[in-house]
């Protein structure tokens, strides 16, 4: 078994190789512009953990036992996040692509294969992950004046073995999912797996509730920077969140009896994850491929194709046009990770607005003007971000999803511009109509004034964004990629990400200023005069976002019409 | 060598393949002939491990396709009809990959890819990328790779669609020294004047069953004697399809 291991990764890694090595223009040019972008990104990710700490630990004097125990809960929801994404991306590598079907042929055992898969997996998907993390530990790291094999030590011992476990909880979960969707259904399987994972979410805050704990520490000012685990449950701080930041406050105590145990904790539970995963994998993976093929093939029964008529009715566009617009949505409809992720992403909005109103009120009832200021962000940062994440996920793979078939559009007697146009006008308005929603909900019992302004800036961002992530898509477009999600996780899709985070930062650093003006005038009873600076940043914000439409329109054109 | 035993695979009440059985021995070199959607595919999908048999079983040197299939895939070779290759490999490390999977020793693995080097006429392209292969590059190597283990049974789905007439020829050749050399193929083939040139057997499925098994000699006098070719002997086999 480990031969057929190191063997199938030899060859897996001299593929990445070749990869690496491309040398042309495009790929320098990609290369360099990732380069900058990330560095960017790195220094400020450096930059933003030693401020975060900065905020914690000086401005709100909170100490370091409640600083390590933000950084477990932040960790955890990192965890989640990985096994989550872990989760989906594994379903298209470990079942659907057409390397696994070339490998199943093999004789190449179960465990072998679901072993190399995953690593594959783990490190394609979680290799920008990795970065950022050193990059946030090197800013703590120096926060603290750690020595150097802090770093080694918390990279190679602690944060590598905590991911491991919660990439393959993902997996693992994805195999009860398989087995319980054989014998309920995919609907029922979602619902139940959903409920679940907002059952844990919910337990774990419960448990672990970021005010309960600042209620109970509190009071022990200033004996804060000790460790005070003994105030709460004994079991919380088994998980392996509250063990990897109890290791990393133990450093700055220089508490090496707790990094050792803590450290032997983490890896021995990564290990127990990680054979309990290889035993499932020997006894399950071979009967679920097969399985997942069988549901596949057993659910496209004729009777159930959704928009089985669509091709005969007329649309507003030329008859060539109008295909190709049929054509885009019928394949997103009948692409199951198309429709579930974006189900997921309604769920999400939807729950969004059923909470959201209850927010409003603490806004409205926050004991300071910063405070207000402070959760109104939020709401904008959540509903901007949901705008990009969204954006990534459906608009970046939009020209790579054409594939092989590309020459199709190419030949056929269509206006290349027009094409570019309606798909990012059909991306645009599916975006606005969700993001106007939620600022409608978000803001209903809050002044005019920041209805207004929340709109405008709404409408000013996705019409920067979209089209720019669009345009990002077709410049990093790879037409052998069939699968969605491995397009919207690869180095163009992160590049993307970074250069919209980038702008959702500079958008709230302008907002931020008026929007504390807004709420301090409020606060002492007075009339917030905050319209006309209001009016500047739209202009400014307005006149970058034409930029941005013309210039993505110009790029995207470009894109279509070249030689692939 | 190759028993299919009541073979059967159902989707949503709907057989696509209904109950087959057959024997294949060593030296057989049958075609496997059916209009689309007569269950070709399935059936050398489910001999390859890619699918799960609803009922039935299906035996290579008595490794059933359930309990023992690692064991039945060492003693196969698959070649599908759409070339799965790692496009960044070249042609020679994609077939060190696939002999090192079928347990090949470095010295013997050595031997083996000269031999079908030269058998599938591979030449200097073996060392660029397969990227920038054809599509008939890309069958032979596929086939190429297939053939590394010296397999008992070779199972060929649709291997001519898209070749150019020199590839083809290869490939055709190839199987014919296969063949000769004690190899079982099992080939699936839409052509019916390759199943005449080359195969020494017939099955002939329509709507998941078999309506022809017989040697190629009683495949030919049957429709010469009744049929004026043997396009028009297919069609009546198969006409409710059309």
């Given amino acids: 078994m480990i031969s057929e291991i190191f063997h199938l990764l030899y060859y897996k890694i001299k593929t990445l190789l070749y990869f690496q090595i491309e040398l042309n223009k495009t790929s320098i040019v990609k290369n360099i512009a990732s380069f900058f972008v990330y560095s960017f990104f790195l220094l400020a990710f450096y930059n933003g953990t030693q401020f975060a700490i900065d905020v914690v630990i000086v401005k709100y004097r909170l100490g370091l036992f409640i600083l390590h125990k933000f950084i477990g809960i932040g960790v955890f929801i990192f965890g989640m996040s990985v096994a989550v994404g872990n989760m989906i991306v594994s379903f298209s590598t470990l079942y659907k692509s057409a390397e696994i079907n070339f490998l199943f042929s093999k004789p190449i055992s179960s465990e072998s294969l679901f072993i190399v898969k995953f690593l594959d997996n783990f490190f394609y998907s979680s290799s920008t992950l990795f970065v950022f993390l050193i990059a946030g530990l090197s800013g703590y790291a120096n926060y603290f004046q750690l020595p150097l094999y802090f770093y080694a030590w918390s990279f190679f011992v602690l944060i590598i073995p905590y991911v491991i476990t919660f990439a393959l909880v993902g997996i693992l979960t994805l195999f009860g999912f398989i087995k319980i969707a054989d014998r309920f259904g995919v609907r029922v399987t979602i619902f139940i797996i959903g409920l679940l994972y907002i059952i844990a979410l919910s337990l774990f805050f419960k448990f672990s509730s970021p005010l309960v704990l600042i209620e109970r520490v509190l009071p022990y000012y200033p004996n804060i920077n000790i460790d005070l685990s003994f105030m709460f449950s004994p079991y919380l701080k088994y998980f392996p969140n509250f063990l990897l930041s109890d290791a990393l406050f133990a450093f700055i105590r220089n508490d090496f009896h707790k990094i050792i145990i803590n450290s032997s904790l983490i890896i021995l539970i990564s290990s127990f994850v990680f054979t309990l995963a290889v035993y499932i994998s020997n006894r399950f993976y071979y009967r679920s491929f097969l399985k997942v093929i069988e549901l596949r093939l057993t659910k496209s029964t004729p009777n159930r194709i959704p928009l089985k008529n669509i091709f005969d009715k007329n649309l507003w566009f030329s008859s060539s046009l109008s295909s190709l617009i049929k054509k885009e949505i019928v394949l997103f409809v009948r692409e199951p990770s198309q429709v579930i992720h974006f189900s997921v992403m309604m769920i999400l909005i939807v729950l969004f607005i059923s909470g959201i109103r209850s927010t409003q009120v603490i806004i409205l009832k926050a004991a300071s003007p910063e405070l207000q200021t402070i959760i109104y962000m939020a709401i904008l940062v959540f509903i901007l971000f949901m705008l990009i994440a969204f954006s990534l996920r459906f608009v970046f793979p939009m020209m790579s999803l054409e594939g092989e078939n590309f020459w199709r559009i190419r030949s056929a007697p269509i206006d290349i511009k027009k094409l570019v146009f309606i798909k990012m006008l059909i991306a645009l308005v599916i975006n606005l109509f969700i993001g106007i929603i939620l600022i409608i909900f978000s803001h209903s019992i809050l002044h005019s004034i920041l209805v207004t302004q929340a709109l405008i800036t709404f409408v000013i961002f996705s019409m920067t964004i979209v089209p720019l992530i669009f345009m990002m898509g077709s410049f990093f477009s790879n037409m052998k990629e069939k699968n969605p999600i491995r397009i919207s996780s690869s180095q163009g899709a992160t590049v993307s990400f970074l250069v919209s985070i980038l702008y959702l930062t500079t958008v709230l650093g302008l907002m931020y200023y008026p929007i504390n003006e807004y709420f301090n005038a409020r606060f002492f009873g007075k009339i917030p005069m905050v319209e006309n600076i209001f009016s500047r940043i739209n202009i400014v914000l307005g006149v970058v976002g034409l930029f941005s439409v013309i210039l993505s329109y110009l790029i995207s054109v470009k894109q279509f019409k070249k030689d692939i | ?242």
């Fill in chain 2, 1 to 242: 060598m190759l028993t299919i035993n009541n073979l059967t695979k159902s989707y949503n009440n709907f057989n696509a393949v209904d109950n087959i059985s057959f024997r294949l021995e060593s030296g057989d070199f049958t075609a496997f002939l059916g209009p689309n959607g007569a269950g070709k595919t399935t059936t050398i999908k489910m001999i390859a491990g890619l699918l799960a048999p609803s009922s039935g079983s299906i035996k290579l040197k008595n490794f059933d396709s359930v309990t023992n299939h690692i064991q039945l895939k060492q003693n196969l070779g698959y070649i599908p009809d759409q070339p799965f290759l790692y496009d960044k490999l070249t042609g020679l490390e994609f077939l060190k990959l696939t002999g090192g999977l079928f347990g090949l020793r470095r010295e013997e693995l050595k031997k083996k890819i000269n031999e079908t080097l030269e058998l599938l006429s591979l030449g200097d392209w073996i060392n660029r990328k397969t990227e920038t292969y054809s599509q008939g590059m890309r069958q032979r190597v596929s086939i190429a790779s297939s053939l590394l283990h010296n397999p008992d049974l070779i199972l060929v789905d649709e291997p001519m669609v898209g070749l150019d007439p020199q590839s083809a020829n290869i490939v055709k050749k190839a199987f014919q020294q296969k063949a000769a050399e004690g190899k079982t193929i099992l080939i699936s083939t839409h052509s019916l004047h390759i199943a005449e040139e080359i195969c020494t057997r017939v099955i002939i499925l329509n709507k998941g069953k078999i309506i022809f098994d017989d040697k190629i000699e009683a495949f030919k006098t049957f429709h010469e004697r009744e049929y004026k070719n043997l396009e028009a002997f297919f069609l009546e086999l198969t006409k409710d399809d059309f």
